[in-house]
């Protein structure tokens, strides 16, 4: 039962808060900011239920005053049966039943549900967690700012309280005593409930409590709303000027989040306009409660059934299989009735207390929005359905970087919405709102609620207990007779990591013998768009010399260093095949773009990122403990609903690049990492020893370790929930996330290689792994001043490790040779390849470049870089230092105008 009214009640409000929380965070980047966004979008949404709710208290002081002085007679005269007897005569005679004295209480019942919300969704918000703000260090938990013996003060209950005090003060001046026991008497009832709570949540409600008593302030001015309709509008403004001074959006976004902020600049034209609708081409609506009541039913109920059973049980039925067995979840089915319960929560719990609560001209609007929104939302559905790929279980679109539907699409749409809305507006202008009743009601019944009821019959049919696949398609393929020629690229991989792994963890020193860290080793920035070109092409893709040539496009400079060693392998080389991997920003996409290699037919290109974590969940949901997938699609398969029935200009805000605008941290943490990690794990049955050419070139790309996360040392660095200090407590970084995720992605690496030494293909193999640049600003080992303190030396210490053909013995630690992650062609080329030339320039590829230094850009560039500059890398003149030799001495880095 508490399941059923928190999905029906509490569930809406929570996602609310989380949207508002994620939106803020992302606009703002600070927790404060996030926290007071959520309570003054929270304060405004239900500004109209409180004005609401202050008309029926009013209401009832009003009555019980002008009765008071003869119940006072009555309860003086008579007493007992006799008392009753008369006060329930003169009650029905006044029109009038003790159980309306409930409405004096109803602003109270308001702020239950708001406060449930709230609390459950802040008070385990793992977006908090860690979190500083002021003098509060982490807002998971009570600000505790100072102690007095054993016991902690909590600052911010007290603050709240004094707050919810004076509003009280001011909002119950000239009521009565019991209007004042009840105002005070909650304040302490909230300080009590709230004083150990986590202090973001604190926050939240002693912000609530400073609107409140700025609304009750604003009760007390002559023109309230005016006054409110001006702060909003300079609000706006400011809003919208640092959105965009601030480039806080990519430019699509912010124009879109402008144009919806800034309708409120044209709230009293939307005030004019329901007046003329209500009392003009509504007004039979006005007047008929059963029409208006008939046609509100009807779309809530449509909306619920599209949103919450149509959607989720097409999306289950198109695979039934694969929601099967979720984290112990057996039935696919328990996905589509939890989503339904959200959507009924609200659309027909929270929408009929918002419709019940009005008179008859809001009821009227009401009703033909919702109506409206039925309609369209259908359409999206039906007719605009876009075409996004695959949809992993995650509910993550894999084939594509962007649900961005172009002009033409975007406007065919609009256009179809403006239609249906002028049909439902003709229909009750001219007196048809029974057909349009009929209407709505019949595409409810007949095309939502028939075609989900096929689809649960899918579901419930198509599915059977199943064993998860234990095959993956090899696409690596090794030849045990010829030369392999492996490149792994790792992200943001660091080499200061690989001695402290190594001496902590010996086994997996053996597992990388014959490989040389080449420890003084340089990046070209802190960024991949800058960083990797180099690593893939070598020096002639530096920023330097990308940027040297400035009549050729950034994008077609970076699609040239991603294909430059396959196609030196597979058209200088002798007899060798070529696979790649995810390739670094072909094309500039967000998601690796295969077309890369569509001119190129010896050239194969497979996605690994992401693509196999649906896999990895289900191979893992008993030893790994983690409950993300179950967690993940009972919050996100609604909000995939919310999607799918939106309209497309719309589609992008909802997606949010598949996060839906969770603040659930630990589940993104999760899935980031295993995005890549998966694949790392699956890198023996990614490979067979059949190549169909006597050599074979490799490029595998991963970003396992671009994102950190804890893991537990004691099962080798593998991933799980139920991480304790003692599973950790021999890790040379128990806490530090960077080095388990490199941790993590070592292991899979090395005993990937045991996999090729077990199949005779060691040996025969070069390998190279580097990454496109480090991480830590500041790294042990360097001659530190306060040129460093400016340069932050440990972003451009990348990770380089060279085996080559046939090399034997323990690793090496090299410290002495100067190197760059852009000698890794040379590396892999070196006696391969007789004077190997760029397919696109005719150079030679080599380290001559080397002799000179390497030029660093510090520049933090990243995408959407190309919207501010097509051509070159838009770096300061000052942001270039020269940097040679010995990497760790400041000495060596010279600043060098470029």
Not at 26 to 50: M, R
Not at 242 to 248: D, I, L, R, Y
Not at 488 to 505: G, H, I, M, T, W
Not at 723 to 729: A, C, L, V, W, Y
Request: glycine share 6%; with cysteine; hydrophobic share 45%.
């Amino acid at each position: 039962m508490g399941s059923v009214f928190y999905s029906l009640v509490i569930y809406p409000l929570t996602q609310i808060i989380e949207l508002v929380f994620s939106f803020c965070s992302k606009l703002f980047d600070n927790t404060g900011f996030a926290i007071l966004g959520v309570s003054f979008a929270v304060s405004l949404l239900t500004l109209p239920l409180y004005i609401v709710a202050e008309h029926w208290q009013q209401v009832e002081r009003d009555k019980q005053k002008a009765m008071k002085s003869e119940v006072d007679k009555i309860k003086a005269v008579f007493k007992g049966n006799e008392q009753y007897m008369i006060l329930t005569t003169y009650y029905r005679q006044q029109h009038y039943h003790p159980i309306m004295s409930l409405r004096s209480a109803f602003g109270l019942l308001i702020q239950i549900p708001f406060f449930t919300a709230a609390y459950t969704c802040l008070s385990n918000m793992t977006a908090l967690q860690g979190q500083s703000l002021l003098f509060i260090k982490d807002m998971g938990a009570p600000d505790s700012l100072f102690t007095i013996g054993a016991f902690h003060v909590n600052i911010l209950p007290i603050l709240m309280t004094l707050i919810n005090m004076i509003s009280g003060t001011i909002y119950t001046k000239g009521l009565p005593v019991r209007d004042k026991i009840q105002t005070y008497g909650l304040a302490l009832i909230f300080v009590v409930i709230l004083y150990d709570s986590p202090a973001g949540l604190v926050a939240y409600w002693t912000l609530n409590n400073l609107f409140s008593l700025v609304k009750n302030i604003f009760y007390k001015l002559k023109h309230p709303v005016w006054t409110l309709y001006v702060l909003a509008c300079a609000a706006v403004t400011a809003l919208i000027i640092w959105m965009f001074a601030g480039h806080v959006l990519a430019v699509k976004r912010a124009l879109l989040v402008a144009a919806v902020f800034a309708l409120v600049y044209f709230a009293p034209l939307f005030v004019r306009l329901s007046n003329y609708l209500i009392d003009k081409p509504f007004s039979r609506l006005r007047d008929n409660f059963k029409l208006r009541l008939g046609l509100f039913a009807a779309s809530a109920i449509g909306l619920t059934l599209l949103v919450g059973l149509y959607i989720p049980s097409e999306l289950v039925a198109s695979d039934p299989q694969a929601f099967y067995g979720i984290d112990g979840i057996k039935d696919p089915l328990f996905f589509v009735w939890n989503a339904l319960s959200q959507s009924a929560g609200i659309f027909i719990i929270w929408c009929s207390l918002i419709f019940f609560l009005y008179h008859e001209r809001m009821q009227t609007l009401i009703a033909f929005a919702l109506a409206s929104l039925f309609g369209m939302s259908l359409v999206n559905t039906m007719f605009f359905q876009g075409d996004y790929g695959t949809l992993s279980r995650l509910l993550k679109f894999t084939e594509i970087s962007s649900v961005d539907a172009n002009g033409t699409q975007i406007l065919l749409n609009i256009g179809t919405m403006i239609l249906v809305i002028s049909a439902f507006f003709i229909l009750i202008k001219f007196r048809l709102t029974k057909i349009l009743n009929y209407i709505v009601a019949g595409l409810t019944l007949i095309f939502v609620f028939g075609i989900s009821i096929s689809n649960i019959k899918t579901i419930s049919t198509g599915y059977n207990e199943f064993e998860v696949a234990k095959e993956i398609k090899p696409f690596i393929h090794l030849s045990k007779t010829g030369k392999n020629v492996i490149y792994l690229y790792l992200d943001r991989a660091q080499s200061r990591f690989v001695q402290p792994l190594f001496n902590e963890k010996p086994e997996l020193k053996e597992k990388f013998y014959g490989f040389i860290n080449y420890e003084n080793t340089v990046s070209f920035n802190s960024h991949t768009l800058i960083g990797a070109p180099p690593v893939y092409g070598g020096y002639e893709y530096t920023p330097e010399e990308m940027n040297k040539k400035s009549n050729q496009k950034l994008v077609d400079k970076q699609n040239e260093s991603l294909l430059i060693l396959p196609r030196i392998f597979t058209e200088q080389a002798e007899d060798y095949s070529a696979v790649i991997t995810d390739p670094t920003w072909a094309n500039y996409a967000m998601k690796p773009d295969k077309s890369l290699v569509q001119d190129y037919p010896l050239i194969d290109c497979e996605l690994t990122d992401s693509s196999y974590l649906d896999l990895w969940y289900k191979e893992h949901q008993d030893s790994a403990n983690l409950g993300v997938v179950s967690t993940t699609l009972k919050r996100d398969i609604l909000w995939y609903g919310f999607f799918r029935c939106s309209p497309l200009v719309l589609r992008p805000a909802f997606y949010n690049d598949g996060n839906y605008w969770s603040t659930n941290k630990e589940v993104d943490n999760y899935n980031d990492y295993l995005e890549g990690y998966s694949a790392l794990e699956y890198l023996p049955r990614f490979t067979d020893f059949e190549s169909k050419t006597e050599n074979a070139y490799v490029n595998f790309t991963n970003n396992a370790t671009h994102d950190g996360l804890i893991l537990n040392a004691s099962d080798n660095y593998r991933p799980t929930t139920k991480i304790s200090e003692e599973d950790n407590k021999n890790s040379a970084y128990p806490k530090d996330r960077g080095y388990h995720s490199f941790a993590g992605a070592m292991y899979r690496v090395g005993e990937w290689l045991d996999y090729l030494k077990e199949n005779g293909c060691y040996d025969n193999t070069r390998i190279v792994i580097v990454a496109d640049h480090g991480a830590d600003r500041f790294e042990a080992g360097y001659k530190w001043d306060d040129k460093f303190a400016k340069i932050g030396p440990g972003r451009y210490h990348p990770l380089l490790m060279f085996k080559d053909f046939n090399a034997k013995g323990d690793p090496v630690y090299n410290t002495e040779d100067f190197m760059t992650n852009a000698d890794t062609p040379v590396l892999l080329l070196e006696g391969l390849v007789d004077k190997p030339e760029n397919p696109f320039t005719g150079k030679i590829i080599d380290s001559s470049a080397k002799e000179k230094g390497a030029l660093v850009c510090l520049s933090n560039i990243f995408m959407p870089h190309h919207t501010r500059s097509s051509y070159i890398f838009t770096a300061s003149k000052n942001e270039w230092y020269r940097v040679k030799e010995n990497i760790f001495d400041s000495c060596n880095w010279t600043q060098e105008e470029f």
